[in-house]
């Protein structure tokens, strides 16, 4: 089975830290997914990758960039958090870009 | 243009069938279909390609009409295990194939 693994399941930050969300799968897909989660908007694409070094702007990267220096290791950071990025942030990869999207469990993001 | 899904929630007995419609006012590529329990990641149901195909297993199965722009997943006698929340997304032509957009997704709750 394909797993994607994000370090942290619940998380609490102060106004103005950095902050990083790491993201690790095991299945070699190409491509992985930054979205952030939130009530009555359903999941919104922040940044994707579809090689290692390559990253492209989703529909909200406002705030947020990403890094991607392995294969399988995609991380997001936000370089200076505020309280309206508190959030739940998923993690996704897939094999090629028409194919499903395997996600992670999710990371609970609380910016204080 | 986030694809508007309906209804925004639906109650179920077992053994009841459900439809939930998603809508996009842009000419669809593909449509993804997930459903996410709570707390848990969200999974991964079915792709529908453009063709006007119907997909399905099970009792779970779904269409696209390409020509109105919607997709439609048809959940048969409903059993417990189909509670969760259904998000479609969205690939639209000129855009990006990893570029899904996702509804703000179908609350369906089923009781005994």
């Known amino acids: 089975d394909v797993k994607v693994t994000q370090s942290s399941r619940y998380l609490v930050k102060r106004t103005g830290e950095k902050v990083f969300l790491e993201c690790v799968q095991d299945m070699d897909h190409e491509n992985m997914f930054w979205y952030r989660q939130d009530p009555g908007l359903g999941l919104r694409l922040i940044y994707f990758s579809y090689d290692v070094k390559m990253k492209e702007k989703g529909d909200i990267p406002e705030g947020y960039s990403v890094s991607r220096e392995k294969k399988e290791r995609f991380s997001l950071i936000l370089e200076s958090a505020s309280t309206n990025q508190t959030s739940m942030y998923l993690c996704?990869?897939?094999?090629?870009?028409?194919?499903?999207?395997?996600f992670g469990s999710g990371t609970q993001l609380s910016v204080l | 243009q986030q694809p508007v899904q309906s209804p925004q929630a639906v109650i179920l007995r077992e053994g009841e069938d459900a439809v939930i419609n998603c809508s996009s006012s842009?000419?669809?590529?593909?449509v993804h279909w997930y459903r996410q329990k709570h707390g848990e990641a969200p999974v991964f149901l079915m792709i529908l390609l453009k063709g006007g195909e119907q997909k399905g297993h099970e009792k779970i199965s779904a269409s696209f009409n390409e020509k109105k722009q919607q997709s439609s997943l048809y959940l048969t006698a409903s059993q417990l295990s189909y509670s969760g929340t259904y998000f479609c997304g969205t690939a639209t032509y000129g855009g990006a194939t990893n570029k899904l957009i996702f509804g703000t997704g179908t609350l369906l709750a089923v009781q005994p």
């Open positions: 842009k000419a669809l590529y593909s």
């Open positions: 996704a990869s897939s094999p090629t870009d028409r194919e499903n999207k395997f």
